[in-house]
């Protein structure tokens, strides 16, 4: 059963009204609620009904647009809450949404749970194409590339990319991690990836084993 501090949230975040939903984030984090129940149990389930009425056709893209906007509002409150200031650099990460692929909620979860473990990201945003991840790892010295995909038809760019690092050489200095709804393991085997995460605070752990191999 879902916390009382968490219904507000999740109506507001369907009903994409961005001041109620940073209103009652405030308000669960002030009645001591865990910020990463408050994501997971009210925020990202809201999101997931969102996707559900967009394809039952009774949200249309306008409407998860909003919902979007508010998402990253609450989000914005519960990032310093999730991301603990750490001294020592656990590993320099390039991220980023592939080309095609304007979904950047996840990834940007995924940027600040990395952080919280100290991470160093090169956030590159959405619609990445291959060559600007190539050249962000050659700048950056990355050790990791993370990509996401939310969508069936920009997963294939995320295959592109594998194949642009190899061709500029980087591929042995680079480990690479995949994740996003339509992303499976089998998928990140199948693309030649080195990891493969279903959630952001899984994605930690991923990127911190694939550092110690
Ligand atoms: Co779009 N959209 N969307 N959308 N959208 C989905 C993805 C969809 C599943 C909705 C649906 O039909 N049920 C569907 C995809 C269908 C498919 O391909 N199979 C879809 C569609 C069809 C589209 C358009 C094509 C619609 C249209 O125009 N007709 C269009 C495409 C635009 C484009 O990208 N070129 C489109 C547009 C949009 C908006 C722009 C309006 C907006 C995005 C705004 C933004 O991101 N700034 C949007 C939204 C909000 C959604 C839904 C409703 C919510 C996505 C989200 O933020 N979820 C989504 C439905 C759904 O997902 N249920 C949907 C919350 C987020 C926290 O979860 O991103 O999955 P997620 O991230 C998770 C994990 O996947 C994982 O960690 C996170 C949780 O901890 N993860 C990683 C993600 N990346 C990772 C990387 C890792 C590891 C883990 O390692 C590197």
Known sequence: MMEDALKPIYEALIEGDHRGVAAHVQAALDSGLEP???LKDGMVAAMNEVGRLFEAGEFYVPE???SARAMQNGLALLKPRLVQANVASAGKVVAGTVKGDLHDIGKNLVCMMLEGAAFEIIDLGSDVPAEKFVQAV???GAQIVAMSALLTTTMPNMK???AALEKA??????KVMVGGAPVTQAYAAEIGADGYAADASKAV???RTLLST
Do not use: H
């Open 205 to 207: 752990a991923v990127a």
């Open 36 to 38: 990463e129940i408050i």
């Open 160 to 162: 592109e990319t594998v």
């Open 64 to 66: 998860m647009l909003i």
């Open 169 to 174: 050489g980087l591929r042995r200095q680079v």
């Open 138 to 140: 050659k700048e950056s």
